[in-house]
């Protein structure tokens, strides 16, 4: 038995569409991150001290919406909060092997080095932009 969406797709279908959706999203995000860090001295200082950690929390929210794509957003929303804001409290721990961790390029990315508790404002606001674009791009999608 098929269960069909409102605008007649398989919704099997539809939910592979919104993982391809969210996946160029992870990508696109990630693009932004590197190239936020790359050519920082060619962006406002306000800008390139503050888009690193917003898109990092974007790709967070990207991320777990992909995984989860049939749970709701909240539910995206609630882990993105807790995944970041983990990470962040993780930073006042410093041990040799997790500060070697850090020291490599990937760790850094995903581990940061150092807490900062204005991390916890960047990781909100790039929670509510991922969670506003998101919303928009599903009602764009949705609509007849």
């Known amino acids: 038995m098929i269960l ?15 993982r391809i959706a969210y996946s160029v999203a992870i990508v696109i995000t990630i693009l932004l991150g590197l190239a936020s860090r790359k050519w920082s001295l060619l962006l406002l200082s306000f800008v390139a ?10 790709m967070v929210y990207f991320g777990f ?4 794509v049939r749970k709701s957003t909240l539910t995206a929303i609630s882990l993105s909060f807790f995944f970041s ?10 041990e040799d092997w997790i500060n070697q961790i850090r020291g490599t390029t990937l760790g850094a990315l995903i581990l940061g080095k150092g807490f900062l508790a204005e991390d916890f404002v960047r990781y909100t606001v790039g929670i509510i932009i991922a969670t506003v674009l998101d919303k928009m791009a599903l009602k764009f999608t949705t609509r007849n």
């Not at 001290?49 to 974007?58: E, H, P, Y």
């Not at 919406?65 to 989860?68: A, G, N, P, T």
Request: aromatic share 12%.
């Open 4 to 18: 069909l969406t409102n605008e007649h797709k398989p919704i099997n279908l539809q939910y592979r569409n919104m």
């Open 49 to 58: 001290q503050n888009a690193g950690d917003i898109l990092w929390a974007m």
């Open 65 to 68: 919406r992909l995984l989860l």
């Open 85 to 94: 804001f983990g990470i962040e409290f993780s930073q006042l721990y410093q």
